[in-house]
C-alpha cells in the first residue's frame, strides 16, 4: 500500500474519531482541559510560590498528552466491540497502521486546545521559549506515543474484558502514571528515590522538559539516559502490542 | 449474471477453545455479479463465520475462497479493494450523522471528496435517510440507525456488499425500505451476499439461497428448487381438535393448531372440505420457505405421522 494513502487514511480516522465529537460535545474538551488542571488550582491555594506553578503546568501539558494516549487504548475497544467500525475497517482497503495511529491521534487532536492553554501560560510566565519548544514537542509525542500503545497494549491483552474493567483500569492508569508519579512536581522531591522518574514514560518527560526549562539541573549523560530509556519503553510497548494485535483474526 | 464474484471451495472454520466448534464443514457456493445470495440458517449455524472469512476478518482451517477471483487466504489486500461490510449486530456511533457515516466511508475507501459526496448523496437517498442527514444518529429510530450504517455500504465503489442479519430489529416498512436499495444495487451489477434467519426476506429478495445448518450447506439453489426438495407441495392450517384421518399424511402440532402436509393441491382441497365438516377452521396454501426450512434443518420435532 501506498505511504500516502496510507497517511491519508490514518489523518481521515482521526478526524472521523475527533471532528464529531469535538464539534457536538465542545464541553469535552473543556472536561479535558479541567481534568488536567486539577492540580494546578490546588499548586495555587497551598503553594509557597516559586516556580511551582510552572512545575504544574508541565504536568499539565504531559497529563493532557498522556490521557490522550490511554484514552486511543479503551477507544480502540468500545468501536471493535459496539459500533464495530473497526470490524468494518478490516474488510477496506485501509492500512492496520493507518488505523491505530488514526485512533491514537484523535484524542491527541482533542487535548490540543489544552496544550496550547496551558503552553500559552507558560510562554506568558517566560518559560516557555522556541529554543525549549524543540525539545518539548519531541518529548510530548514521544510521551503520547508510549501512553497509547500501552492503552493498545491492555486493549489488546485485555480483549475480552469488559468495558466497566477497561474504563477503571484507564482511570488507574492515569492516577498511577499522572498523577502519582514527579509530573506536576519537580522529581527532586523525591530525593534518593528521585530515579523512579526515569522508569515511568510520563515522569520521565516531565523531568526532560524541566531540564530543557533549566528548572532541572541534568548532565547531558543523564539527558541522553532518559531518552534512551523513553525510546526503549515506547519501543517496548510497541512490540508488544504488535506481537498480540491480530488485525485478522485466526 | 455474470460469474465470480465470489466462490468458496470447501471452507472449513474450527475455533479451538475449551472445546473444539467445528463452526464451517466444507462450504462451497458461488455468487455471481448482478445477483443477492443469501444465507439462510438458525443462529449457530455458521453463517456469520463464513462472512467473516470471505471479508477477510478471520482465517479459514481449511478450504480457501476467491471474491473477484482473489484469494481471502493468500490475497487479502486484493479482495478489500472489492468489498464493503455490514457486520452483525452493529450499533451506530452516536455522534455520527448519516451523511458522516456514508461520507466518511466513502473517502476511507480511496474515493475522492467530490465523488464521495455524490456517492453518499445517493446512498442516503436509496436508504432515504437523505432529509434527516445531519441529524445525529443518536436521534434516528433503531432502523432509520440501521439504514444509516447501511449506507456506509451502498456510498462504496465495492462489487461485493456482505451484509450479516441487516434487517433484524427492523419494522416491515423500514425492513422494505433496505430490501428495495438492495435489489436497486443488484440491477446495477453488484455481488451481494446476505445472511438471515428470516424466512420473508430470504423468499422476498434473493436470487438464490444456501440453507446452512451446523456449518454445512444443506440446500442451495433458486427459491422453487429449494422448496421442490421436499416432495409436499400444499399444507393445511387448521385451527381446533383435529383428528387425524388418514396414516400417510404429515402433521405437525402447534398447540391447538396443526399443520397438515400434503403433495397435492386436490389432496389439500379434500382435506379442507373435511375439516369443514368438522366444524373446524382451515385454510390451504402452497409450503413456504419456512416449512421446508424446518425440514431441511430437522429443527421441529412435533410430527405425528
Given at each position: 500500500m501506498k505511504i500516502r494513502k496510507i497517511l491519508q487514511d490514518t489523518f481521515m480516522i482521526a478526524w472521523i474519531k475527533s471532528y464529531p465529537d469535538f464539534r457536538r460535545n465542545p464541553l469535552m474538551l473543556l472536561l479535558l482541559a479541567m481534568i488536567s488542571a486539577i492540580p494546578l488550582f490546588f499548586m495555587l491555594m497551598f503553594s509557597s510560590g516559586g516556580n511551582v506553578i510552572v512545575h504544574g503546568l508541565i504536568g499539565a501539558m504531559v497529563s493532557s498528552v498522556s490521557f490522550a494516549g490511554v484514552m486511543a487504548g479503551i477507544q480502540d475497544i468500545s468501536w471493535d466491540r459496539y459500533v464495530k467500525i473497526r470490524e468494518m475497517i478490516v474488510a477496506m482497503p485501509v492500512h492496520p497502521a493507518s488505523y491505530a495511529l488514526g485512533i491514537a491521534l484523535a484524542p491527541l487532536l482533542i487535548s490540543i486546545p489544552s496544550l496550547i492553554f496551558f503552553g500559552a501560560i507558560t510562554v506568558f510566565l517566560g518559560f516557555l521559549t522556541l529554543e525549549t519548544l524543540v525539545w518539548i514537542v519531541p518529548a510530548l509525542i514521544i510521551v503520547w506515543a508510549a501512553m497509547s500503545t500501552m492503552g493498545f497494549m491492555i486493549s489488546t491483552y485485555l480483549f475480552k474484558s469488559s468495558m466497566m474493567v477497561l474504563n477503571n483500569l484507564s482511570n488507574l492508569l492515569g492516577i498511577g502514571f499522572i498523577f502519582i508519579p514527579p509530573v506536576y512536581f519537580s522529581?527532586?522531591?523525591?530525593?534518593?528515590?528521585?530515579?523512579i522518574s526515569i522508569i515511568i514514560p510520563t515522569s520521565n518527560v516531565a523531568g526532560l522538559i524541566r531540564s530543557s526549562m533549566g528548572l532541572l539541573p541534568l548532565s547531558i549523560e543523564t539527558v541522553i539516559v532518559r531518552w534512551a530509556v523513553l525510546i526503549i519503553t515506547t519501543s517496548a510497548f510497541i512490540i508488544l502490542t504488535f506481537i498480540k494485535a491480530k488485525w485478522r483474526e485466526k | 449474471m455474470e460469474p465470480g464474484a465470489v466462490k468458496s471451495v470447501d471452507l472449513c472454520k474450527t475455533y479451538h477453545g475449551k472445546d473444539e466448534i467445528e463452526a464451517l464443514r466444507g462450504v462451497s457456493i458461488d455468487v455471481s455479479k448482478g445477483e443477492l445470495f443469501t444465507l439462510l440458517g438458525p443462529n449457530g449455524a455458521g453463517k456469520t463465520t463464513f462472512l467473516r472469512i470471505i471479508s477477510t476478518q478471520l482465517l479459514a482451517s481449511g478450504g480457501d475462497a476467491y471474491v473477484m477471483g482473489h484469494s481471502v487466504t493468500s490475497e487479502a489486500e486484493e479482495v478489500r479493494e472489492h468489498i464493503a461490510v455490514v457486520p452483525q449486530d452493529v450499533a451506530t456511533y452516536n455522534n455520527f450523522t448519516p451523511w458522516e457515516y456514508a461520507y466518511y466511508f466513502a473517502r476511507l475507501r480511496g474515493i475522492s471528496s467530490s465523488e464521495a459526496k455524490l456517492k453518499a448523496q445517493e446512498a442516503l437517498r436509496a436508504v432515504d435517510l437523505w432529509e434527516l442527514r445531519d441529524r445525529m444518529c443518536q436521534t434516528l429510530s433503531g432502523g432509520e440507525k440501521r439504514r444509516a450504517i447501511i449506507a456506509s455500504v451502498l456510498s462504496s465503489n465495492a462489487d461485493v456488499l456482505m451484509l450479516d442479519e441487516p434487517t433484524s430489529g427492523l419494522d416491515a416498512v423500514a425492513r422494505r425500505g433496505v430490501w428495495s436499495a438492495l435489489r436497486e444495487l443488484v440491477r446495477n451489477e453488484k455481488a451481494i451476499l446476505l445472511t438471515t434467519h428470516m424466512m420473508e426476506e430470504a423468499e422476498m429478495i434473493s436470487d438464490r439461497i444456501a440453507i446452512v445448518n451446523k456449518g454445512s450447506v444443506v440446500a442451495c439453489g433458486r427459491l422453487e428448487e429449494i422448496k421442490g426438495l421436499v416432495k409436499e407441495r400444499f399444507r393445511v392450517v387448521i385451527s381446533g381438535d383435529f383428528k387425524q384421518t388418514a396414516d400417510h399424511i404429515e402433521v405437525v402440532k402447534l398447540g391447538d393448531r396443526s399443520i397438515v402436509y400434503l403433495k397435492t393441491q386436490d389432496e389439500a382441497v379434500d382435506l379442507l372440505k373435511a375439516t369443514l365438516k368438522m366444524n373446524l377452521r382451515a385454510e390451504y396454501s402452497p409450503v413456504t420457505l419456512e416449512d421446508v426450512f424446518v425440514k431441511l434443518v430437522g429443527g421441529f420435532d412435533n410430527h405425528e405421522n
Open positions: 522529581e527532586a522531591q523525591l530525593g534518593s528515590l528521585s530515579w | -
